[in-house]
């Protein structure tokens, strides 16, 4: 079975600066998916940002970029010029590829990121 | 496009009673999940559908949870008896697995039982 984990229960960050949030994951298997989700107090499920294994270079969506260490298995999230609208839970989630597998994710505990002004 | 719909968005009741949860996916995906969220559990798998067939539903706590998907448009979660244990988040999401694995989340319901 895969898991994930999240090691940091709490970040906070000033805003404009930059934070870094962790995520490292176990799995025997060779093909699969990364993603970083944000739940905002209005509790929706938004999809940061998506990274397929098989893809060495990292996943980038604008202020929003990851570093995937697969040998390591490790998948972290940097947010850059940090925003107020950035407060939020973030989870990380894995998916296998392929077969039955779509859409199997598997969350980790979360971090609670507070942006201060 | 409208998004995942899901109703209601709070639903109190009271322990033992009947409870259904609906959602509406987005036109055009063919796969519906149902999650759950709780503080101790952190979010769940319930049980997901391809094309309106269940393909795993071991999620699914107990026999007193089910989920149907009668068309491509509709899917309930229905919980009877209710217990408070039951009382979480659920979300509802869809995805087209041909679109680069990426799929939606409703804005999910909280459920509370009394």
């Known amino acids: 079975a895969q898991t994930v984990t999240q090691s940091q229960p709490e970040m906070s960050v000033q805003e404009a600066e930059t934070v870094t949030l962790s995520c490292t994951y176990d799995?025997?298997?060779?093909?699969?998916?990364l993603f970083w989700y944000k739940q905002p107090p209005s509790r929706q499920m938004i999809l940061v940002i998506r990274?397929?294994?098989?893809?060495?270079q990292n996943a980038t969506e604008n202020r929003f970029s990851v570093n995937f260490q697969k040998a390591a298995k490790s998948f972290s999230l940097k947010i850059s010029d940090s925003q107020l609208g950035d407060t939020a839970m973030y989870f990380c989630?894995?998916?296998?590829?392929?077969?039955?597998?779509?859409?199997?994710?598997?969350f980790g505990q979360g971090t609670i990121l507070t942006v201060h002004p | 496009d409208a998004g995942v719909i899901q109703s209601p968005r709070h639903e109190v009741t009271e322990m033992g009673q009947e409870v259904t949860l609906r959602c509406k996916p987005i036109?055009?995906?063919?796969?519906l999940f149902w999650y759950r969220q709780t503080m101790m559990r952190g979010l769940e798998l319930l049980i997901y559908f391809n094309n309106n067939v269940p393909i795993d539903d071991s999620g699914m706590p107990e026999d007193r949870f089910s989920a149907k998907m009668p068309n491509a448009s509709f899917s309930t979660l229905k919980i009877q008896p209710s217990e408070p244990r039951d009382s979480a988040v659920y979300f509802c999401a869809s995805g087209d697995r041909g679109r680069n694995y990426g799929y939606t989340f409703g804005s999910g319901t909280r459920l509370t039982v009394v």
């Open positions: 989630a894995f998916s296998l590829a392929g077969g039955t597998s779509y859409g199997k994710l598997t």
């Open positions: 036109s055009g995906h063919d796969y």
């Open positions: 990274q397929e294994a098989y893809k060495q």
């Open positions: 799995t025997s298997e060779n093909n699969y998916y």
